[in-house]
């Protein structure tokens, strides 16, 4: 390869995803996908979609999908934008707001793809240390900056901020947009949705793939001042002016109108979440308080890597992370019960426990 490429190539880090097995006798609890399938109302809207219509470009406005979540919020349509997986629209949004002379601040530990999109857009990233428990302490995000963004629940910690000490943020920095990542905030945060009207330089991000089990369709949308959508619209149809296909508009839309459906999976998943912390906390785990579909834990003794290679023996894969400071920690996502109960039968087979 020509150095000139490779050197250019090079400075690319792209985010590395969890890996997805090509088996299906593995209990997959790395990647946060939901154990449940969609919406019955998801599957039915699949059923009856008029398959010769696919000859058709989609509407680029995906408004079917802006006016479902529209609705859902209480917020007008054009506070609503709606793209490919909610990595599209953080990708959008640092490409159309973050680009400025000051550095963007985020938590030194929190999705990783929030580095590699400043390493894309040549955007200066300062990371912001969280405290010694873990959590994000926004009273740290001084107001020299060219933009703040974190995740509320955070990852991989599962730790989230109230909704007050965003909104004391929110008071101190009104010139530079705020990016909140709720991906998790449905399994147990305050959304940052209520307080759109108050402050125009909020954006509220989140995504289909976890709460409403659509990860496979790819679908996220973003929340703000018309302003920032038409911003986000502007760097849209700059890249692609249809994100979403006519099939995960429909399945979407499905999704979002089934509240019940939604409400009872997600009860179900806090509920084995609660489960699985106690158990892990009974086998000698520390466990950081969670309100995600996912578990942020380290056992006393046993080493991180240890425990993940014996539970991918057994057939069971979790997700480590190699980062100092956490390198003993495992990311848990929550299985159904029956799938948490084989992981905990499993660590009370490991020799150290
Ligand atoms: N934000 C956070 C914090 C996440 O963990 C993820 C999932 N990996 C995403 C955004 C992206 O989700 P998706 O692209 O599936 O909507």
């Known amino acids: 390869m020509s150095k000139f490429w490779s050197d250019a190539l090079n400075s690319l880090q792209p985010y590395v995803p969890g890996e997805q097995p090509k088996t299906s006798n593995i209990i997959k609890l790395n990647t946060n996908?939901?154990?449940?399938?969609?919406?019955?109302?998801?599957?039915?809207?699949?059923?009856?979609?008029p398959m010769e219509k696919l000859r058709l470009?989609?509407?680029?406005?995906g408004s079917v999908l802006k006016e479902a979540l529209s609705h859902y919020f209480e917020l007008p349509?054009?506070?609503v934008f709606v793209g490919n997986g909610s990595d599209e629209v953080l990708a959008h949004a640092f490409m159309a707001f973050f680009?400025?002379?000051?550095?963007?601040?985020?938590?030194?530990?929190?999705?990783?793809?929030?580095?590699?999109?400043?390493?894309?857009?040549?955007?200066?990233?300062?990371?912001?240390?969280?405290?010694?428990?873990?959590?994000i302490d926004l009273s740290q995000y001084h107001q020299d900056n060219?933009?703040?963004?974190?995740?509320?629940?955070?990852?991989?910690?599962?730790?989230?901020?109230?909704?007050?000490?965003?909104?004391?943020?929110?008071?101190?920095?009104t010139n530079t947009l705020v990016l909140v990542d709720e991906a998790y905030v449905d399994f147990g945060a305050e959304s940052a949705c209520s307080l759109i009207g108050k402050?125009?330089?909020?954006?509220?991000?989140?995504?289909?793939?976890?709460?409403?089990?659509?990860?496979?369709?790819?679908?996220?949308?973003?929340?703000?001042?018309?302003?920032?959508?038409?911003?986000?619209?502007?760097v849209k149809n700059s890249f692609n002016s249809y994100p979403l296909d006519m099939l995960a508009l429909a399945s979407a839309t499905a999704a979002i109108e089934d509240t019940s459906y939604f409400a009872q999976t997600?009860?179900?998943i806090i509920s084995d979440r609660n489960w699985t912390t106690e158990q892990l906390k009974s086998l000698g785990f520390e466990v950081l308080p969670s309100s995600t579909n996912f578990v942020f834990a380290r056992h006393r003794t046993a080493a991180g890597d240890d425990l993940m290679t014996y539970l991918r023996h057994e057939?069971?894969?979790v997700r480590h992370f190699t980062k100092p400071g956490i390198e003993n920690y495992l990311r848990i996502s929550i299985g159904t019960r029956e799938e948490m109960q084989t992981l905990i039968t499993a660590l009370e087979g490991y020799a150290h426990i």
């Not at 470009?57 to 406005?61: E, F, I, K, L």
């Not at 680009?99 to 990783?112: C, E, G, I, N």
């Not at 659509?214 to 929340?223: C, D, K, N, V, Y």
């Open 99 to 135: 680009r400025q002379k000051k550095p963007l601040l985020m938590p030194a530990m929190t999705y990783s793809f929030y580095d590699v999109y400043c390493n894309l857009y040549n955007i200066e990233a300062e990371h912001i240390p969280l405290t010694d428990d873990f959590c």
């Open 33 to 49: 996908e939901n154990p449940y399938p969609p919406s019955p109302k998801v599957i039915e809207a699949l059923d009856h979609f």
């Open 266 to 268: 997600v009860q179900q």
């Open 315 to 317: 057939n069971i894969l």
């Open 146 to 173: 060219g933009g703040i963004i974190f995740a509320n629940p955070n990852a991989p910690t599962g730790i989230a901020v109230s909704l007050g000490e965003i909104e004391e943020l929110l008071q101190r920095n």
């Open 77 to 79: 349509m054009d506070h």
């Open 199 to 234: 402050y125009s330089n909020l954006l509220v991000v989140q995504t289909l793939s976890k709460s409403r089990s659509l990860a496979g369709m790819r679908i996220g949308f973003a929340l703000g001042h018309p302003d920032l959508i038409a911003g986000l619209e502007r």
């Open 57 to 61: 470009y989609p509407d680029p406005d």
